[in-house]
């Protein structure tokens, strides 16, 4: 099953010497989507992940109606440093209109966890305090699950899946060699 909240991977990847977030094979475009188990909304949540070595480079397109809103229509574009010593990436995030104050990390293994306050509808009309996610970005493959909290109790709660989809490129020398194979053992 394909699903969940609003936020996904964010800094959830990294190319460092030491046993990094993730390696050069977790870089690149994820397919997924949100599912709110609470409410049973859904929405599209596509990943883009890059780095230069020194940090990580996450953009998020999603869809569907999030915190009961319209998605944005332009990606959100998040930048993390990657911890040289350990490979591992502290993020933190001041005042997004959307996400809000958002603190969490990755680790060696591409466990991700994260915690935000002050997002978009953080207000006394809606009630929200807080939302969490953990969950692992590893293998080509992203799978968090996520609490939205309302006055201190839990209010909703969803998942965010997405698989890593190959470049087209490479995709096509695949195919090439595999022609090539069987040419030769014909």
């Known amino acids: 099953m394909r699903t969940s909240l ?3 991977g964010m800094g959830s990847l990294a190319m460092a010497a030491p046993a990094s977030a993730f390696d050069a094979s977790d870089l690149g475009f994820y397919d997924g989507d949100w599912f709110n188990t609470t409410f049973s ?3 599209n949540m596509d990943f ?3 780095s230069d070595g020194s940090s990580v480079t996450v953009s998020i397109q999603l869809g569907g109606f999030v915190f009961g809103f319209p998605a944005p229509a332009a990606p959100l574009v998040y930048s993390f440093p990657i911890n040289g010593g350990t490979g591992e990436i502290d993020f933190a995030t001041v005042g997004d ?3 809000g104050d958002i603190t969490g990390s990755a680790d060696s293994s591409g466990n991700v966890s994260l915690f935000a306050t002050n997002f ?3 207000s006394p009309a809606f009630g929200f305090d807080s939302y969490s996610l953990t969950g692992t970005v590893s293998g080509g493959v992203i799978d968090f699950d996520y609490t939205i909290e309302a006055s201190g109790t839990v209010f909703a709660v969803g998942e965010i899946n997405a698989v890593q989809i190959p ?3 490479s995709v096509a020398l695949l195919s090439l060699g595999m022609l090539a194979l069987t040419r030769r053992s014909a």
Do not use: C, Q
């Open 48 to 50: 883009t992940f890059t």
């Open 167 to 169: 470049e087209p490129a």
């Open 6 to 8: 609003l936020l996904a």
């Open 97 to 99: 209109p959307l996400l």
């Open 41 to 43: 909304s859904t929405g």
């Open 120 to 122: 978009a509808v953080t």
